[in-house]
């Protein structure tokens, strides 16, 4: 059995034709959530090792900020809420002395500092 269809169906329109309005798509931004997390020192590794695995791993691209002290270094991860089970899950993995903190919730108007 052969499929048969006409081109005629597919024509293109001329370019002089006004093109459909596209003002009925409205936007909506997912919405995003800020996690704190708190990478401490260990005692035998170089300061800064858990920070530099965690920028390198998939998750760097969503620090926005990072806060080094004596013992530990904070970092905050500005995340899309649909994005939540990939994130912790491969923080856990990768960074098991990790603390993760709570979830805080962003508006879509608010700029990342």
């Known amino acids: 059995m052969a ?11 001329p370019l002089n034709e006004p093109q459909a309005p596209r ?3 409205i936007p909506f931004p997912a919405a995003r959530v800020r996690l704190p997390v708190t990478l401490p020192h260990a005692a035998h590794e170089l300061p800064g090792t858990q920070l530099r695995a965690l920028l390198h791993s998939p998750l760097g691209v969503y620090v926005v900020s990072t806060e080094a ?3 530990e270094v904070r970092v905050l991860l500005d995340i899309a809420f649909d994005d939540l089970d ?11 002395a990790a603390l993760i903190g709570p979830l805080k919730r962003r508006n879509a108007n608010t700029k990342a500092r």
């Open 3 to 13: 499929l048969t269809q006409t081109i005629d169906r597919f024509a293109t329109r």
């Open 23 to 25: 003002n009925n798509v």
């Open 69 to 71: 002290d004596r013992d």
């Open 86 to 96: 990939f994130t912790l899950h491969t923080l856990i993995s990768s960074l098991p």
